[in-house]
């Protein structure tokens, strides 16, 4: 069984604090004894009692990056643990791609969260311990669709291995969790479009089922903890099975 004292005394800062899957991270963490310093867009976002501190700043600008960083490292200290779930993506299919909307998907996917996770990461080595999880994306691995936001996503996927290789004499583990579908407020634009889609779903899942955000925050938890201390420059797919087969393939055509 799981310490509900297992992040006691740890501080840790989560990106994206107020989204569906943030929230879940952050509530997790804090319910498992951590301080959990959460970083959004806005103060709204980051209205959750789970928080013992709050920063806001854009991914899309760097002055706002830079200064979170200080105020970060001033008021709270080089966090024990980083949590880099922040991102966003809507450019669909290649035909939605324009210059902007590729600048922006790999500006805010890939530049931003770089920005802001290789001073932290670079901090915990000089300190000599730290944990680093970045929440990826089953796109990163093969196709899904979002083709600018897969890029960035593998993108990301690089660089924590380049942060597991570079600083793990140093102390510091970086990792990383790839989701498939989670069913958050993510998926209402979606929905607004085909409420069946959920349906259509299930049939591509190994598992008949997409994730909810609980399964993937485990699977965080369980990276950035103690109990994965000799774990580093893992990519983890948490996707119901979606990226181990083609499920449809068994079903249409081996089994027709």
Known sequence: MVSRAEFEGRTVVVTGAGGGLGSAIVALLADRGARVVGCDQSQEAL????????????LLDRASIEAAIAAVLEKDGVPDILINNAGWTRAETLDALTADRIEHELDLNLTGVMMFAD???????ARGSGSVVFISSVNAIAHFGNPAYAAAKAGINAYAKSIAVELGRRGVRANVVCPGSIRT?????RLAKDPEILGKLQRLYPLGRIVNASEVAEAVAFLASDRASGVTGVVMPVDAGLTAGCLPFIDDILGA
């Open 119 to 125: 001073p932290i990461a670079k901090a915990m080595a």
């Open 185 to 189: 407020a993510a998926w209402d634009h």
């Open 47 to 58: 209205a959750s009692p789970h928080l013992a501190s709050r920063h806001v700043f854009d």
